[in-house]
């Protein structure tokens, strides 16, 4: 899938850091989930959607292929 | 871009791996003492029974170490668990095939006190390997 997590991350002025601190999970999960390398649980993502107040369907995308 | 400024691994990792990393000095101290102590003390070339009660005592602190990464699976978050797991099947799928290899060996003559230590460390190396292939992939 593909995501805007890091865009929304940048336009909160958050770090890597911070940002895993917010949802509870390693840099390196925050960085997997950008790079679209790891796919969240539906509860993770819930709480990604819980953190930037928008659905689910406004942060992650099906691949087009 | 501000993920560059900021290289600390999260407070949830930090809270995951604090007791692992804890149990594992403790664990590798009591383990350099009682392999001294079996070593020093145990007799282990002599014919005392007590030989193989000193010989397995080194083993207590790799156990207290084992449990302690099993501990440690269920505090890591989903993705982390996702590396663990996948690095320790690889460590498992390597020990495996060694202690065959091993076995086979044996069947055709070739043994020796080795034999138990290639498993070990082709399991280590195995895990170490995985850990690092997951990682990168």
Redesign the interface.
Known sequence: MRNVL?AL??EQ??????Y??L????????????TG??D??LP?AFRLAALHGRPIEELFFPDED | MTSDLDNRGGRAERVAYRPYYRDLVIGMVAYGVLLAAAILFGDLEGDSPWRFAWALLPVLPLAFVLVSVVRLLPRLDEYQRQLQLQALAVGFGAAILAALTTGFLAFAGLQGWWSSWVVFAVGMAGWAVGSVAARVR
């Open positions: 890091r991350r940048e002025g958050w770090t890597q850091g911070r895993a601190d949802l509870g999970v390693s840099r390196q999960t925050v960085n997997a989930l950008e390398r790891y969240p649980s993770l």
